[in-house]
């Protein structure tokens, strides 16, 4: 049974006060809060367990490895990829994606070639594609979503031609909360001979991800949004498309010999994976999917969708606020704009008063918010510990917002 107090109970830092009140933090979907579970495990890697992995024969050199590796098969149940090889350790998703623009896209594509994008995309999924279209005359083939922020795979389907070569696709809106089929896209792709990358950024952090039934070629995730510290990630590669990809970065751990004339390199995954990584951090985002596993990704998801449900029932009580998309079935995000003059900034400050943390700006989506008419909203995203009670405090400070600028 999903026990919100008691996982409430497993976060330090949501016992602390901000402006004299208690914190309700809402913006989980820029980076979420971390588990006692997690904190432990890397203070005691520091304090206890620290060296340099795969190069050692020593005693912590052999700890480290093992249990820096054994996060590889944590990711792989994760995402129930079908081998352990499938799974490239980055630094978060703008890491993994830009692997793939530099490490698969660039070598192949060329002059008119199109690559597919959804309006929704966030800035991790789209700059990289630019980078192509700057310096190799790559096409951006852009699909827009519906009024209600909804996006159709028919939609993202029918932008699929004979010049397309690859479609780049996220499955969750990290502003609107948006979710996207990208199972039947990633289908209707293949039938026509086109790769498939997934953003997971958001998908993976609020529902159970199987990217074997997905089918897509590529799917990125990022650790701090999954409970997990900053500088965590990884993206599963399926094995075709690992061996038509170079080398990114060169370096240790991805070459096999190296000589003055000549280097050769090492297999997947280690070929895409240069130098000194990031040992503790992978090792904290392996506890913290651990911890994830634990509670079931159903149960999240369930626990999330009252919050959502309960959240838009009480906005709809508020007709001077406006939500930035109101697809059926969209995740606990939500991007807020209130009529009278304020701007998202200044909700953002009036709510943090309140002990209120919420998100202001564009981002990271600036093409959707062109889209939506809009120059910024206030997110307000939740996660598996956030409370219909939290929904009330934000509602109550948003209504302070509109009697001070309404």
Known sequence: ?????????????????????????????ASAQKPRVVIDAMTRMYEEEYSNVHRGLH????????????????????????????IVFTTGSTE????????WAAPRLQPGDEIVLSILEHHANIVPWHFLR?????VLKW??????????????????????????????????GTRVDVKAITQAAHAQGVPVLVDGSQGAVHGPV??????????????????????????????????????????GDMIDTVTRDAVTYNTPPMRFEAGTPGIVQQIGMGVALDYLMGIGMDNIAAHEADLAAYAQSRFEGLNWLHVQGTAAGKGAIFSLTV????HAHDISTILDKRGIAVRAGTHCAMPLMQHMGVSATARASFAMYNTRAEVDALVSGLELCHEFFG
């Open 96 to 103: 993994g994606i830009n692997l793939v623009s530099y490490a």
């Open 134 to 138: 700057e310096r190799q005359g790559v």
């Open 59 to 86: 005693f912590l050199s052999n700890v480290a490895t093992e249990k820096y590796e054994g996060v590889r098969q944590i990711v792989q149940r994760f995402l129930n990829a079908p081998n352990e090889s499938d």
């Open 210 to 251: 199987d990217v074997a039934d997905i089918g897509c070629d590529f799917y990125a995730i990022t650790g701090h949004k999954l409970y997990g510290p900053s500088g965590s990630g990884a993206i599963y590669i399926r094995p075709e498309r690992q061996a038509e990809m170079r080398p990114f970065l060169g370096g």
């Open 143 to 176: 699909v827009e979503c519906e009024a209600d922020g909804s996006l159709p795979p028919e939609k993202v389907i029918e932008a699929i031609g004979p010049k397309t070569r690859l479609v780049a696709i996220t499955q969750m809106s990290n502003v609107t």
């Open 339 to 342: 009529e009278g003059g304020a």
């Open 1 to 29: 049974m999903f026990d919100v107090e008691k996982i409430r109970a497993d976060f330090p830092i949501l016992s602390r006060k901000v402006n004299g009140k208690p914190l309700v933090y809402l913006d989980n979907g």
